[in-house]
């Protein structure tokens, strides 16, 4: 059994990384961002505010979330319905973190989280607290990060491929906002853990953060079968 955690802020990189990885070394990926958009994308569909933190712990309960390896990554299905996309929109990206702030959200995501990761043969899981709190004796530990122009840079051209009519400069604030709030929050704020290593993405490209993290999956896991 290998886990991998791989964390940072928004636009670092992760789940393209997490992925590759993935698939490279033939690991379940699981990405628990997407299950805190999941509970945001179903409390702006049933009218649950961002304070109620009963109705949002209720949804994230009740929820059936099943995570799909496809050709293209991962497919995301909310009971029974593919939410790939609609997870990802900005008015999501904009509530989620008043989402994720609630201790009892929280503690339901993890213990899902966690669950996953006892029934995978192996797993990398990216998020935000995935090293410090939801698998804290993952073998690997990456904090990704890059600067925050080039992450709005790297998020706003996928979200024009949306349709998303903004500038780069309304991602910029959006992203900085939920750095802030992922950051700053009293539960498992997003930070590197002690023993993480923390790569700076910002003049990298993806396949040469692919090749750093695949490496060093591969020279822990051999040292771990030697030990
Ligand atoms: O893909 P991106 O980096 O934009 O975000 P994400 O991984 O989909 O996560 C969306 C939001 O979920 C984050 O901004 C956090 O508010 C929350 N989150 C969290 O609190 N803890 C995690 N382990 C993963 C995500
Ligand atoms: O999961 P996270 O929010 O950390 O980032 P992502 O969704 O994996 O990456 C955001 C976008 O930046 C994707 O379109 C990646 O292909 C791109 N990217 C890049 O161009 N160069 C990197 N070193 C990392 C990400």
Do not use: W
Request: net charge neutral; aromatic share 2%; glycine share 6%.
């Amino acid at each position: 059994m290998v886990k991998i955690a791989l964390d940072g802020p928004a636009g670092a990189g992760k789940s393209t990384v997490a992925k590759e990885v993935a698939k490279r070394l033939q690991m379940t990926y699981v990405d628990s961002g997407a299950m805190y958009r999941c509970v945001t994308y179903l409390a702006i569909k049933r009218h649950v505010t961002m304070q109620d933190e009963t109705g949002l712990s209720n949804l994230a309960n009740a929820m059936q979330l099943m995570f799909i390896p496809s050709e293209h990554g991962q497919v995301v299905h909310l009971d029974g319905v593919d939410v790939t996309d609609a997870i990802r929109s900005s008015e999501v990206g904009a509530l989620v973190p008043l989402v994720a702030k609630h201790a009892r959200v929280r503690e339901c995501l993890v213990e899902k989280q966690r669950e996953m990761a006892r029934t995978a043969h192996s797993v990398v899981m990216d998020g935000r607290d995935i090293g410090t709190h939801v698998l804290p004796d993952a073998v690997v530990k990456v904090y990704l990060t890059a600067t925050l122009d080039v992450r709005a840079r790297r998020r706003h051209e996928e979200l024009v491929r949306q349709g998303f009519t903004g500038s780069v400069a309304d991602v910029m604030k959006l992203l900085h906002e939920r750095d802030e709030i992922d950051g700053r929050r009293e539960i498992a704020p997003m930070r590197p853990a002690s023993d993480a290593v923390v790569l700076d993405t910002s003049c990298l490209a993806i396949h040469e953060v692919t090749a750093m993290v695949v490496s060093l999956c591969q020279a822990r896991m051999h040292n771990e079968v030697r030990h």
